[in-house]
């Protein structure tokens, strides 16, 4: 039995989320405004056959592959969104799923923290892989259930409103995303990572 925990597109990937992803990804690295793919399924080992189905039935090109025991998680992306979508319908016909067979997303943590102090950025600052936060900004802090969809959520975040990206973490029992900026800026970006996650269909689980 194969547990569908993620399955998500991004239909253009954004300048700030697609250069943070060239920071991590061990595979082919995506590029700005390419579309995405990313899968995360239980058990983690049968990610490798539908890594070889889409590579074999599409053009995409895979920039990160993640086998662990619990869970294994799959990113393709190419600039033609058909691609995308044919390795997705690729997988789901694999595993003889449906879309909608997905675990929906859930916000487990929505935090936001004005006028931040200068050691706590410090301390932000040494663990993130983005953009810099800096005393006196605006800190958003977003967990998720599962873990993958923190990167749809960086990405609409980002389409929505001009923040800086500071850390995004699609892997593990949850994700994470981590964002700066002023005040209005954040109260916007949080406003569409709520709205994206409440949208995305699936099944619920407790």
Known sequence: MIDLRTFSYIDILQPKLAGFLQTVSSGFQPLENQAILYVEVAPGISINQVTDVCLKRTSVQPGMQIVERAFGILEVHHFDQGQVRAAGDAILDYYGLKESDRIKPEIKTNQVITGLDGHQSMLINRMRHGDLIVEGETLYVMECHPAGYAMIAANEAEKASPINLL?????????????????????EAQRAVTECLEAIDGRVVS
């Open 167 to 187: 850390e995004m973490r699609a892997v593990g029992a949850f994700g994470r995303l981590y964002l700066g900026g002023g005040e209005e800026e954040i109260a």
